[in-house]
Every structure is written in structure tokens, then in C-alpha cells.
């Protein structure tokens, strides 16, 4: 695929603004001959690890995610205070490697983790002013419904003691949704809120978590109570044991977790009352320069609203040009408009499985069986390959109305944890059969887990940078391998190719959504509006998309941007070298670094070009 200008303009920018911020602050303390690269190295890694693991110490929900089970009975501090101290830390750690530490004393890897720790200061410093304009609340992501799903999918219980640590974390819920609930009411005071129908959805899901036992008298245990309890049920206790832990969580939810939600519910319906239903970012206090800040750090480039909405347009047609010859391939005799319909409204049920419990199991065995059968041939494309396993779950009922269509969720380094693609199957009308490759090589293998688990499994690289990420190379990744996907032969059935290049459709829309949502003004109609009119994809997947968009301005744009740069950079590979091309090579040196800026991945795939072409 051939670059865009104005894509490689504002590349070619960001990466000017790259260089200049690893080249500002405090003069250098001077290189010492006594103190070769090497020895410096080891010492700036040493200094990058108890960085690291200081921070780690203050977030018991981090050290959750990484499989530790130290502070294992408690939340972080939601604070705004918290969050103004860890980033006065970040601004001290940053002037103090600037002091300790030259850069052109360095080995090539150590000065490429100063860069990023460098890269990643500045950028949280440009965004600190902004850190209460990304809504604490929305129906998407909130503690409302990460705080049950943390409790499910990331809190073992191995022993007695993390059982304890379970009920110790829904005895302290109510106190941690207080905190974050003052800081809701302080962004609401200054003007800073979702969409009044955002607020339904959010009343919704969090009455959701407190259905069931012992909330109610009768029914079935609600989520969090079936979750503890089938964790307690493997604990090698006797029934009076495990009755008494079943007692102690049932009292917790009752006194700590129950009126936590319905304080929360109370402030979603006081702000609901009050809330407009203008979705963009523009409504926001300087919500014109919040939105160009979102666009920077979540593409990692100096592309502007306009270039980015003009990209997404050139792709749109692109992409139904190749759309349009998929059409005319399998006798479809009316427009392409006409094919969208026919593929959206599935009138011969050849699309989608039935919306029952036997047609989502039978969803998530066959995509299970294609990232399978993916696993099985990486040798041919790729050098490096993660240990950690990885499997397909259904999103949990009390969230999937909110949630998104597909996710992945990273593995516990130490392989406690497998990762997992989450498919969200509440509206199956919403995951049809024909795109299924492509979402499980996007969210699984080689998409997501191949990228994440290989970062993880880095040796010799600094934690910051094994756990960190930058979205548009993460996503351009996933995007990518899609891509990558029909290049090994897969999509041998036209209509799972058309799967494809709707998913890639449907990134290249939000380029033009996100945008018409943020700055253009749209409305939440207007941009569903021109979804339906444009990609084949059902209503209820636009309108849960766009709303997804309209409370995290700017994420949406990453991913074509990010895989963009990437076949821009494997096609100049593959002309520079010719036949010292090797696509194993380049998906190694697109990986082995961990997550980069776009410009910095150029810069490494250049440098990889010119000691090839060396020899």
C-alpha cells in the first residue's frame, strides 16, 4: 500500500518533535573515560527497574496485573491528589536521569530506553493539565464495571490469605468509589461530563452488578458472589470452612459493595438530569486543544483533525473499491450500498449464529480453532514467538451491553495468567461469521497476545518498557495482522476476505467519525449515520461504536494511522533490500524493541535496512 503525503507529512513532524525533546532540558553531566558504555548501561537499566518498581509499589492494582500478590487486599488511590503526586515523581525521576545520566554515553538499547523514558515524561507532562477532561465515569470504561471485572479475571485465590484479600478488597470498595466519586462531582462542577444517555447505560450496568444474591433475597448469586464462590469451591477447605468465607463475602457485599453502587447511582441520576447530549470533545473546557492532545498521544504524531479526517475519506474509498470486486466476485447483482444491506441484514442467515447459548459456544470454539490454527504455522512469518498461552472468553453478561466487541487482555508475566481475547457476544447479530478471522487474528495470534506476551518476554529491556504502550503501534500492530492474515492465505472464502476489509473499513471510518464527533461537531446520530451509510457493519455495532467514541476522543484514531506506518515501512524494506528480504526478520525487528512511538519504529526499521543492505 502506497504512503498518503500528509500521513508521511506529520510523520516526518512528529518525528522532528521526537528528536528535539530527547535533545532538551539540563545540560549532560560530561562522559567519564573510567565509565565505558557498558558500565553505564547496566547502571541506567539498574536505576530504570527501581524506577519501575516504585511506582509499581504504589499501585496494588499493578502488582494484581503482573501476578504478584503483594497489597493484594487493596485499591489504589483514585485521588486527584495521588494522580497530581505521581506525576510531580515522574517530572523528578525525569531531571534526575537527565543529571545522573548521559545519553551519548550509552550502549545503543540503553539509549534508546532514556529516549522513550524521555518521550513518555514529556508527553505526560503536556497532558497533566488534561488528566480530568477523560471522563472518570462514561458507560464504556469506569470503576463501575473495571472494578467487578478486576475482582473476576485478575484476583486468584490460591489460599486462605487471598480469599481474605478478596473480602478485604469488597469491604474497602466503598471507600475507593468515594474517592472517585469526588473526583466525578469536581469534573461535573467544571463542565466535564458524558452525554446525558451515556449516564442510562451507566445506571444500567452498575444496577447490573448488584442483582442477584445476597443483594436481593432470592435468585441466582450475582456476579461478583458466583465468581468468589467457585474460586473458594477449589480451595482444599472443608464445606464449613468454605461456608464461613461465603458468609464473610456476603456481608461485605452487603455492607461495603451495595451501597457503594447506589451512592454511585445516585450522582449518575443527579448528573443525568442536569448532563446535555452534545457528545464531542468541544463541549469540554479548551476542549478544542484537549482533543489535539488526545490526537498526539494516542497517535504518536503531529497529524492534525483535518489531515486525519482527509486520510479516512481516501481510505473509505479505497477500501470500497476493493469491496466493490468481492462483490462483482460472488454475483451480487445490485451496488455496493446494495451488498452492505444484504450483508448487514443477513436474510438468508448465512452470517451470523443464532442468538443463543449454543450459538455463542459455538462462536468462541471455531474462532478458538483459528487462532489454533494460526499458532501452527507462525514459523513461516515470524522469528520470535511468546510462551505465554492464550485463550477466547465470552465478555461477562453484567458488562457486555457496554462493553466493546472485542478485546484482548495481556497474560501475568510470570504465567499464572494466560491472555485473553474477549469476544462480546450479547448481540450476535453484531459478530458476524464472515468477520470472525479477522477478529481473531486482530485481538489473539498473530495480533494483540503475539505482540504484548513477545514485549513481556523481552530480555535485556527495561520493565517500563516490557509493560508500557503506545496505542497506534499496539493497534496498528493488531490492524496489521489482519493484514497479514490474507498474506499466509487465509480468507480463502471471499466473504470472510470482505470480513477483513470490512474490519479495516470500519478503522478507516473512525478516522472520519472520531474526527466529525471532536471537532466537526457531529452529533451521536450523525456519526452513526454515516457508518451505516458506508460500512456493512449491523445498527446496534455502530451505535455501540460511536458511543464508544464519543467518551475516548481521539483512541479510535490510532489504529490505521499505526498500521499505515507499518506497511509503509515494510514496503520501503522490501525495496531496499530485494532479495535480502526477509518478513520473518522485519516482524522481529518491528517487535523486539517493544512498544515505540511511530517515528522511533521508523527509525529502527531504517537502521535495520542499512546494516542489511551492509551485509
Not at 518525528?15 to 532538551?24: R, T, V
Not at 469491604?171 to 466525578?184: Q, W
Not at 495481556?410 to 450476535?428: H, K, Q, T
Request: net charge neutral; hydrophobic share 40%.
Amino acid at each position: 500500500m502506497t504512503a498518503r503525503n500528509a500521513f508521511l507529512l506529520a510523520l516526518a513532524a512528529s518525528s522532528l518533535a521526537l528528536n528535539a525533546c530527547s535533545h532538551s532540558g539540563a545540560a549532560r553531566p560530561a562522559p567519564s573515560a573510567a565509565a565505558p558504555a557498558e558500565d553505564q548501561s547496566a547502571a541506567i537499566n539498574a536505576w530504570f527497574e527501581e524506577t519501575w518498581e516504585a511506582e509499581v509499589a504504589r499501585s496494588p492494582e499493578q502488582q494484581t496485573f503482573l501476578g504478584r500478590k503483594t497489597n493484594y487486599d487493596k485499591w489504589d488511590d483514585p485521588s486527584d491528589a495521588a494522580a497530581e503526586e505521581e506525576h510531580r515523581i515522574k517530572m523528578a525521576k525525569l531531571a534526575e536521569m537527565r543529571a545522573k545520566f548521559d545519553p551519548n554515553a550509552l550502549d545503543a538499547n540503553a539509549r534508546l530506553s532514556y529516549r522513550l523514558f524521555e518521550y513518555e515524561a514529556a508527553r505526560a507532562d503536556k497532558f497533566s493539565k488534561y488528566r480530568n477532561h477523560w471522563y472518570r465515569f462514561s458507560h464504556f470504561r469506569a470503576p463501575h464495571s473495571s472494578a467487578p471485572a478486576f475482582l473476576i479475571n485478575q484476583h486468584r485465590i490460591d489460599t486462605l490469605a487471598d480469599a481474605d484479600a478478596y473480602i478485604a478488597r469488597l469491604e474497602g470498595l466503598r471507600g475507593n468509589f468515594d474517592a472517585h466519586r469526588k473526583v466525578a462531582e469536581d469534573q461535573f462542577a467544571r463542565g466535564i461530563y458524558a452525554p446525558k444517555w451515556s449516564y442510562v447505560k451507566m445506571i444500567e450496568t452498575a444496577r447490573n452488578v448488584i442483582a442477584g444474591a445476597p443483594f436481593e433475597k432470592s435468585g441466582a448469586p450475582s456476579a461478583i458472589l458466583a465468581d468468589f464462590n467457585d474460586k473458594v469451591g477449589k480451595l482444599d477447605i472443608d464445606a464449613a470452612g468454605r461456608r464461613a468465607l461465603t458468609k464473610r463475602a456476603e456481608a461485605a457485599l452487603v455492607t461495603s459493595v451495595k451501597p457503594a453502587y447506589l451512592d454511585l447511582i445516585a450522582m449518575f441520576e443527579r448528573q443525568m438530569a442536569a448532563a446535555s447530549n452534545d457528545d464531542g470533545a468541544w463541549k469540554l473546557p479548551d476542549g478544542d486543544a484537549y482533543y489535539d492532545a488526545q490526537l498526539e498521544r494516542m497517535t504518536t504524531t503531529a497529524m492534525t483533525a483535518d489531515e486525519i479526517h482527509a486520510l479516512g475519506l481516501r481510505e473509505t474509498a479505497r477500501i470500497h473499491a476493493e469491496m466493490d470486486a468481492i462483490r462483482a466476485k460472488v454475483g451480487f447483482k445490485g451496488d455496493l450500498k446494495a451488498f452492505f444491506a444484504y450483508m448487514r441484514d443477513d436474510p438468508e442467515k448465512r452470517f451470523t449464529y443464532p442468538d443463543t447459548e449454543e450459538g455463542r459456544a459455538r462462536y468462541l470454539a471455531e474462532a478458538t480453532a483459528l487462532i489454533d490454527t494460526m499458532r501452527g504455522r507462525l514459523d513461516e512469518l515470524f522469528i520470535t514467538k511468546p510462551k505465554a498461552d492464550m485463550i477466547v472468553k465470552r465478555v461477562e453478561p453484567f458488562r457486555e451491553k457496554s462493553a466493546g466487541k472485542a478485546f484482548y487482555q495481556r497474560p501475568a508475566p510470570d504465567g499464572s495468567r494466560p491472555g485473553v481475547y474477549y469476544a462480546n457476544l450479547y448481540e450476535m447479530a453484531a459478530m458476524p461469521v464472515y468477520q470472525m478471522e479477522a477478529l481473531a487474528y486482530h485481538e489473539g495470534i498473530p495480533g494483540h497476545h503475539m505482540q504484548i506476551a513477545i514485549a513481556q518476554e523481552l530480555q535485556n529491556v527495561p520493565s517500563f518498557r516490557r509493560f508500557g504502550g503506545f496505542t497506534a503501534y499496539s493497534e496498528g500492530w493488531g490492524l496489521y495482522s489482519e493484514w497479514i492474515g490474507k498474506e499466509m492465505g487465509f480468507y480463502s472464502d471471499p466473504y470472510s476476505d470482505f470480513g477483513r476489509l470490512s474490519m479495516e473499513l470500519w478503522r478507516a471510518g473512525r478516522l472520519v467519525v472520531d474526527t466529525g464527533l471532536h471537532r466537526k461537531k457531529w452529533t451521536r446520530e450523525q456519526a452513526i449515520a454515516w457508518l451505516l451509510e458506508n460500512t456493512p457493519n449491523a445498527e446496534g455495532d455502530a451505535e455501540s461504536s460511536i458511543e464508544r467514541y464519543v467518551v475516548m476522543p481521539g483512541q479510535a484514531t490510532a489504529y490505521k494511522i499505526g498500521m499505515l506506518k507499518i506497511e509503509e515501512l515494510r514496503a520501503r524494506a522490501e525495496k531496499k533490500l530485494g532479495r535480502k528480504f526477509d518478513v520473518r526478520e522485519f516482524h522481529d525487528e518491528v517487535l523486539k524493541y517493544g512498544p515505540v512511538p511511530l517515528a522511533i519504529l521508523e527509525e529502527n526499521i531504517d537502521a535495520w535496512i542499512a546494516a542489511k543492505k551492509k551485509g
